[in-house]
């Protein structure tokens, strides 16, 4: 959206977005501009409304529990365990898009990302 110059504009407690000429300016200060309104208003009930629905787990894919408040997981890594098991790598945060993090398994240091 961001490149092909569609911009949010904030309205109250909302906000939609208009288009304009391509962007021109692809500087950091522009794009942390437009993040920083997407971030501002985008929630767990937004991301539910706005992302395709799926039946399968694979890196990249983003668990929503909407509500207020809701919760997030990106999965960003997967691991074939013995008799074809996968285990996800998964990032989540308070406020996902401001802090993210990889949690750790500290029941089973072999389930912790990182390790192998």
């Known amino acids: 959206m961001y490149c092909n110059g569609e911009l949010p504009v904030s309205n109250g407690n909302n906000v939609y977005f208009i288009s304009t ?24 009930i937004s991301l539910c409304k706005e992302l395709i629905t799926t039946d399968s787990l694979a890196v990249d894919t983003v668990i929503i529990w909407p509500g207020s408040p809701g919760h997030c997981c990106i999965i960003i890594d997967e691991k ?37």
Request: aromatic share 12%; hydrophobic share 30%; proline share 5%.
């Open 21 to 44: 000429k391509k962007l021109h300016d692809h500087s950091h200060t522009s794009l942390r501009k437009y993040i920083d309104i997407v971030y501002t208003y985008a929630n767990t």
């Open 80 to 116: 074939i365990m013995h008799g074809n098991e996968k285990l996800f790598k998964l990032a989540e945060g308070y406020i996902t898009a401001q802090s993210v993090y990889v949690p750790s398994n500290p029941y089973n240091q072999q389930l912790t990302p990182g390790t192998n």
